[in-house]
C-alpha cells in the first residue's frame, strides 16, 4: 500500500490504496467519520454519489469549506444512528474512526448498509497486545522515521480517541465474525485494513 497525497501521516498514507478498492461501476459512497474530508473529496472524483458523515460539527464545517464545489454531501451526526437506507451504498470506507465506535455496531451497520456485490474498507488503529506485535511496533517507528523526513507530518484537526479500546487480535478476530471472508491486514504505520465484498445472495 502507498500514498499520493500531499497533507502525509498515518492515514493519508493508505488512501490511494482504500480508494483502489472501489467496485468498478460503483454508483454510490460513504465515508464514514469523514474528518475534514481528504478522503471524501478523492471518492468524488471516483463515485457519482458521495456521502460523509462525521460527528464532530468542526469538522463537517471543515469539509464543507474546502469541498468548494460541493460535489459531497457532508451529514452531521452519529454513524450509528443517522437513519441511512439498508443496503444503499456500492462502497463504504472508514479511516481511523472504528475505535471512536463500538466496534461490532459500526460493522454491522456497515454491513447492513452495502448492497449485495458492494465493498467495504477500513483503516485502523488498535493496541498491541502480544509479543507477536512487536515487529510491527518496530515497522512503524523506522516507517515513520524514514517518511515523516521527507514529507513532513500533517496533523488533522478531528477529534482523536488514544489510546484505540481494542487490540489488533481482538479486532482480526471481530472482523472474523462479523464479515465472513474479509481480508485482514497489518501495515507499517501502525494500521490495520478491513476489506471484504459483501455476498450476492441469490
Ligand atoms: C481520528 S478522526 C479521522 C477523520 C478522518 N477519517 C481522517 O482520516 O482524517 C475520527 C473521526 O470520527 C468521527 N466520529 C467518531 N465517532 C463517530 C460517530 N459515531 N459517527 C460519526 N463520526 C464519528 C470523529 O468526529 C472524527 O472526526
Known sequence: MAETV????????????LLRTIPANARSALDVGCGEGALTRALAGIVPTVI????DQPSIDEARRQDGALRVEYILGDFLEYPFQPESFDFVVSVATLHHMDASAALNRMRALL????????????HAGTVRDLPFEIAGLVTHRALSATRGYWEHPSPKVWPPPESYTAMRRLAAELLPGARFRRHALWRYSITWSKPVTR
Open 6 to 17: 500531499e497533507q502525509w501521516n498515518h492515514n493519508s498514507h493508505y488512501h490511494s490504496a
Open 52 to 55: 460523509g458523515i462525521d460527528s
Open 115 to 126: 448492497r449485495p456485490g458492494g465493498a467495504l474498507a477500513i483503516l485502523g488503529l488498535a
